[in-house]
């Protein structure tokens, strides 16, 4: 079982930066994949950026050139930078770790990202 915390999020204004943060705990060796996926207000869940064990990342459309994500295996934990925010990245950002077949093995509880002026 794997246990994800969550921390950063909160407001930003239009052009602004913010970054999360998500430390696993638990079996962390069956990671093999982290990420986030965001949900906007009435839309649907996407994937916002993902990283490997090996460092292989993939990134939304709309976030691409904005975003990155990165994962430091010593620490267990991802980051994921947020840079020229928009207001339509408001959503509420979700953690999660993915196994060997893909599969989800956790979420996190989830954090708001605001960007308005």
């Known amino acids: 079982q794997v246990e994800l915390v969550e921390s950063g999020g909160g407001l930003a204004q239009p052009g602004g930066s913010l970054r999360l943060s998500c430390t696993a705990s638990?079996?962390?060796?069956?990671?093999?994949?982290m990420g986030w996926d965001r949900q906007a207000p009435e839309k649907q869940r996407e994937l916002a950026a993902r990283?490997?064990?090996?460092?292989?990342?993939n990134y939304a459309d709309s976030v691409q050139g904005r975003f990155a994500i990165s994962r430091d295996n010593a620490k267990n934990t991802m980051y994921l930078q947020m840079d020229s925010l928009k207001p339509e990245d408001t959503a509420v950002y979700f953690c999660?770790?993915?196994?060997?077949?893909?599969?989800?093995?956790?979420w996190g509880p989830g954090t708001q990202v605001t960007v308005s002026s």
């Open positions: 638990g079996n962390i060796a069956s990671i093999v994949a």
């Open positions: 999660f770790v993915s196994g060997r077949f893909g599969q989800v093995l956790a």
């Open positions: 990283i490997t064990t090996s460092g292989s990342t």
